[in-house]
DNA sequence: TGTACATCAGTGAACGCGCGTTCACTGATGTAC
DNA sequence: TGTACATCAGTGAACGCGCGTTCACTGATGTAC
């Protein structure tokens, strides 16, 4: 039966928030369209007044999941100062709790590998979403301004690979991965 | 029709040798038995004469892809020795040429993702073959152990998420995430 | 404000497809004599 | 060395399953009067 325009849109959004949660826990294959619909309290037949395509639905939750971590960063450099927002990002980031729990973490470390196999216009989202993550924590380094964003691409980088390597391994290699990245020691 | 030991083992060496590419090129979602058995030459049918199941096959595939690796170091080693083994192997890893092939590039990072998500025994194997790969890049690094290990599995991390990213990203961000990982910089 | 009707969000069965795995079968290989 | 037979690597049809997507249907919502 049909629902009011407000509920509808409730609806969008329960939905993209599954999904956005879904794909970071189980990557894009092994999210379906039913599994998102139903963890979003509706029947997958009604997916499709939503969006078009499973594609396009993965568009706006990985554009969502970047949205998320840019807000949670913003509010912490209101907060705290720039400085100290990105210490706190470092050590959130490199952390048991966000390699455990990958539905409310990192997208790019979530779902880089897949999204390499994905579509052009999902690498042009994701892509993006990385580019303002790296100008946003760049902001609070010192130097110039290319020096700054290639120290944060790199430490960026660093981070991602180190919490996906840790999600990969047995336990012993990821606590080796993990200690070795804290923030003690800075250089390569 | 039975053939031969020795034609069966050379198909079995087929068989994990197109896993290990086609896996690190489609992930292990995208990989099918059938697309590997035609791949190496063999229809699908005859994949249980040589493996119990899929997950035994990926097992036997990403040991196999790190081994390749290793030895490839190895050479390196014996031919220009550590320092030059280990500048070469951060350059050929920070290249255009591994990020558009990885069916021909570094096990982790085409399929830390993907094994994230699998079997704790495939994350033993992948674990292994991590703690392997920077046992090796810290031998050609200076300091007391704990310090080389700690910097090469940051070193490690770093490649490992530039190359993942990069593949994620359209190609100017990609650009960006190279450029920035290149060896003339060291600190993060 | 009240009524009559078109719209359309959501439902659940159904579709074609590719998957991992099983199985009866084939015929060259390996072995026992 | 030659023969007779058991073995088993490889084939291709078939299985049950979950997937993305479609569709006829329902009935509350939104709108035109």
Redesign the pocket.
Known sequence: ????????EQ??TRIVESAARLLRERGIE??????V?NEAG?????????FN???ELLETAVEQAFADVERWLDARFEKSGRGAAILDYHANYISKRHVDQPGKGCPAAALACDIGRSSASLKTVFGAGVKRLIAKLACGMRGAEERRKAKAARRFAMLVGAVMIARASDPETADLMLSSCKMEENDL
């Open positions: 039966m049909r629902v009011s325009r407000e509920e509808m609806s969008h092994n999210t379906s369209v039913a599994g619909m509706l029947t997958h037949g009604g997916f499709y007044r939503h395509t499973k594609d």
